[in-house]
């Protein structure tokens, strides 16, 4: 079960699943204004950048991290990158890389990967010591990226699956995803008819629950149910404690999800 958690001002749900230090952001306790009120961590965008940066201090100040962090350049993709302190890169500069997920096996090395409905998943194997981030659209759910992140920690790391402990994140929930038939179509694809109980019409739409699909998939990959924690949360229902792509139509901050190996 999540946890709601407030230091200094900066909101973040975390999980007794995960036995390190690990955050899912809400997008309260910073210093942005207007339309990135307040802890907006989006850097490609007309926020001030010094506030930016104080957003950022704040947030791994409250996390207890170093700001050193390794970011990534999401594409909707499948591609899951093994870190390293190499890969730390600092704000306002070209991440050279796409990635989707990070894993890591070093300590103290934050990785942070960024939501605003799509689904944020934390990572750690406390056996083999490895720790991983996915940002998992409803593209990157189809590629099954959650899957992917767990077979890289093992081919990686050594990790055994049924050792992995994982949270799923606030993201967009079935009561607010409603799609067209692209959307269906691409979760039956991957799964065939065991994506059909998490999808359902509603009038000419259809309503997927991609929360429930990710766990499906992290199962899948060996991850044992009782080890995998699920928030309640919708972006789109609480846009007032955290960013929505869509209640916003995209004029919007985003927050972090971070975790590190102690």
């Given at each position: 079960m999540m946890k709601e958690q407030c230091v200094r001002g900066v909101r973040?749900?975390?999980?007794?699943?995960?036995?390190?230090?690990?955050?899912?952001?809400?997008?309260l306790g910073g210093v942005s204004q207007g339309i990135y009120a307040s802890l907006n961590l989006r850097v490609h965008c007309d926020d001030a950048?010094?506030?930016i940066r104080e957003n950022y201090r704040r947030l791994f100040s409250a996390l207890d991290m170093p700001e050193a962090a390794v970011f990534s350049r999401q594409v909707h993709g499948k591609c899951v990158r093994a870190a390293t302190q190499a890969d730390v890169h600092t704000l306002f500069t070209d991440v050279p890389y796409e990635a989707d997920g990070l894993i890591t096996s070093t300590p103290g090395l934050p990785l942070i990967i960024f939501t605003a409905d799509c689904v944020p998943i934390l990572l750690h194997d406390g056996v083999h010591r490895a720790v991983g981030a996915v940002h998992a659209g409803w593209r990157g759910t189809a590629l099954d990226i959650a899957g992917e992140a767990v077979r890289r920690m093992s081919a990686e790391y050594g990790c055994v699956p049924a050792d992995i402990h994982a949270?799923?994140?606030?993201?967009?929930?079935?009561?607010?995803?409603?799609?067209?038939?692209?959307?269906?179509?691409?979760?039956t694809e991957t799964l065939g008819a065991a994506a059909e109980p998490?999808?359902?019409?509603?009038?000419?739409?259809?309503?997927?629950?991609?929360?429930?699909?990710?766990r499906l998939l992290l199962e899948r990959a060996g991850l044992l149910p009782e080890n995998i924690d699920v928030s309640g949360i919708c972006t789109m229902c609480s846009h007032d404690l955290f960013w929505s792509h869509r209640y916003t139509k995209g004029r919007r901050g985003t927050q972090g999800s971070v975790i590190m190996l102690s």
């Open positions: 973040f749900l975390t999980s007794g699943k995960l036995d390190v230090k690990h955050g899912f952001a809400a997008r950048p010094e506030n949270a799923i994140g606030p993201c967009i929930g079935p009561c607010c995803f409603e799609t067209g038939p692209e959307v269906p179509a691409a979760m998490m999808i359902a019409r509603r009038g000419g739409k259809f309503t997927v629950d991609l929360k429930g699909i990710n």
